[in-house]
């Protein structure tokens, strides 16, 4: 059940677009656009503002609740004796805002351990469940601000407990919308024209309301396009930077005292991440500064298949008034306008997926498409899920909502495939080292104890049937266990997706139960890995294929398999990596391929000579001894003859990446006609050029063919020594025998 929202903390009731409410939203925008906050900023962003009468209220609330987290650290078996005596921060001296926070957070913390034990507590069951109700109840009273506070937290398990990710996940962004005129009103300031002038059919009620704003749905004059007009809730600007600042306020509190008093030891400090957030906080009330991110996603992803983003009027954009094309469609989570659409939710889904993964891995650049944003119904029916991804008649997946955006370093990309890499290897060290990489570890940190945990939570059955058939939730669950035991700090971009893609399995979940993310999610990972000519994807790549010396043919078959299933796959990318292959970079790949090679010759050979001998023994020998006779002669085990065949299926996986177009080629022995037959169908001009330019390798070429044919005698030579040496042990034991 969703929380409704009924705050304490109500914006105004018209809009105070006055010189200092525009001084107050161009001070927001800059920090926006800067990506991060300090403290004089929060406080030079809330200056002017009626700043003292709530920090006493917010004080309060926030002062009770961490009181009573003391309290429970105190009762655990083990936990530190309370010393309500303790100096808590010496905040008597302090003037202004600070001392007033300080002074009651002091009071609430002293108050709550001087009362002892929490007579309520038996009402709710587990502690951590009922504080997290706790918490989610005190963020939904103190208003919009708390609650995106709340949401942050939410995709944050380096932070928080289960419990308190499971609760605070339900916290929906629901606000009742403000009244007509005011809206019209807001228009008319920042446009600069009449309501009528801009627009016609303009209703009286929005189709949606939360707390930062509400969305009509109306008509260009102009065009007579259908638009979507999104207007902000007058006095957000001055609300949100009030309340960020006593946020912040109270977290560098809370920072500094909280060990004193119950030992309670917090492995990120909180007033940095604080600001952090309000950073981003402030961009979302930038509606300028969302049109922006608009455009940026659509020039990099709109080209993508099945994707669509709304077109947006910039005639009639302002700082808190965004007006974009109406896009018909059905939220992914209304089973009854999808059904009478015929449409599918795990097909909008696998779309969304993939699209997700484009925008994490090719460009950094990605939409918070699980942010509880606007696009909400305005009836009383709750809804759990996001309502910014709508699917279109059409089969095109639309993204709506840009308010949140976010980037990943490039490096940080990279690292993402290496660790799947790393799990699929079970390399648990190199997984743990991978966090570095990714940012969730400062560089000072020892991974050594992170290892046996990590080892502990994969071999415990969860990757047996094979990362694709990982649950991804229970993945995110385990981790989160983990994350929140040792010092990460999961960066803003993977809490974003983390968000972004459990809601996408759950969606699809609820339609399919069976529904694996991760199955779904491993194609497109299999193609960059195969064809990305970037180093590190590379050296990855060659992780994955070479172990132990050893070419692992059914991990590249599976690559190449899985890559042909990737809805963006062409084959540019793989003669990209025949070249790199025929490179001296890869050679290591190269050598652990020949050797593999020669061993499918070797076996193949006496695979057949295996044949004949049965052939031959069949004469002179019963029945039931044949096979026995062929095995103490050759040592052959049955098995190495199916190797012929697994590289004649990897053969026709590669070639139909290479030439889509080509000679079906049957599964079976490859016979001198059937490669014929291969070459005529690749050499059209462009295939034409591609082997040419394969053929330009000649000193790697020719050393595959050198390393291939020397293995193969090497063997030649062990098999008939070893031959030899069965055939003569009878003859010797008959002499002395004689």
Known sequence: MATKMTSVASAPSAPRHSKT?????????????????????????????????????VATRLGAFAGALVLDAAQKPGGKALDVDVDLDGVDEVEGVSGDVGREMRAQVEGATRRGKDPNRRKYGAKDAYRARQLLNLLVELGPAFVKVGQALSSRPDLVPPAY?????????RMPSFP?????QVIEEDLGRKVEDVFVDMPRRPIAAASLGQVYKAKLRSNGHTVAVKVQRPGMAESIAMDMYLVREAAAWIDENLEKVGGIVLEQQLAPLVEEFAARLFGELDYEQEADNAEKFEKLYGELPRIRVPKVYRECLSTRVLVTEWIDGSKLTDKKAMEARSLSVVD??????????????????????????????????????????LAMSTGELCYLDFGVMSSAPENARYAIIAHVVHLVNRDYQAMAKDYYDLEFLDPSVDTTPLVPALANFFDSGVIDMGVDQLNFKALVDGLGEIFFQYPFRVPPYWAL?????TVLEGLAIYSDPEYKLLAKAYPYMAQR??????????????????????????????????????????????????????????????????????ILLD?????????????????????????????????????????????????????EILVPNRTEISRG??????????????????????????????????????????EVFTRFVARITKLGLQVSEPAKSRTRKT
């Open 21 to 57: 409410a525009q001084i107050q939203a161009e001070r927001l925008r800059a920090l926006a656009r800067v990506g991060r906050v300090d403290r004089d900023d929060l406080r030079n962003a809330a200056q002017g503002l009626p700043v003292r009468s709530r920090a006493v209220q």
């Open 165 to 173: 990710i499971d609760a605070l996940s339900r916290l929906q962004d």
């Open 180 to 184: 007509h005129e005011v809206a019209m």
């Open 348 to 389: 909008f889904v696998d779309v969304g997926i993939e699209c997700t993964l484009r925008q994490l891995l090719d460009h950094g650049y990605f939409h918070a498409g699980t942010d509880h944003g606007l696009f909400v119904s305005c009836g009383n029916v709750p809804d759990p899920h996001p309502g910014n991804l």
């Open 497 to 501: 997706v983390l968000r972004s893609l």
């Open 529 to 598: 890995l195969l064809t990305d000519p970037e180093p590190t994807l590379r050296k990855s790549l060659e992780e994955l294929v070479v172990k132990d010396g050893r070419f692992d043919v059914d991990r590249f078959e599976g690559l190449i398999e899985n890559t042909k299933k990737s809805k963006s796959y062409d084959s540019e990318g793989f003669w990209l990596f025949l070249e790199w292959f025929l490179s001296p970079e890869g050679h290591r790949v190269r050598e652990a391929f020949s050797k593999e090679v020669a």
């Open 603 to 655: 076996d193949a050979s006496y695979a057949n000579t295996r044949n004949t001998l049965r052939d031959a023994l069949k004469l002179v020998l019963p029945a039931g001894d044949v096979e026995s006779a062929v095995d103490t002669y050759l040592n052959l085990r049955k098995e190495e003859s199916q190797k012929a065949d697994q590289f004649v299926r990897l053969f026709e996986s590669a070639t």
């Open 669 to 710: 022995t490859i016979s001198p006609e059937k490669l014929l037959k291969f070459i005529q169908a690749s050499t059209n001009p462009e295939q034409g050029k591609r082997l040419q330019m394969l053929a330009q390798h000649s000193d790697a070429l020719n050393e595959l063919a050198t390393s291939i044919s020397t």
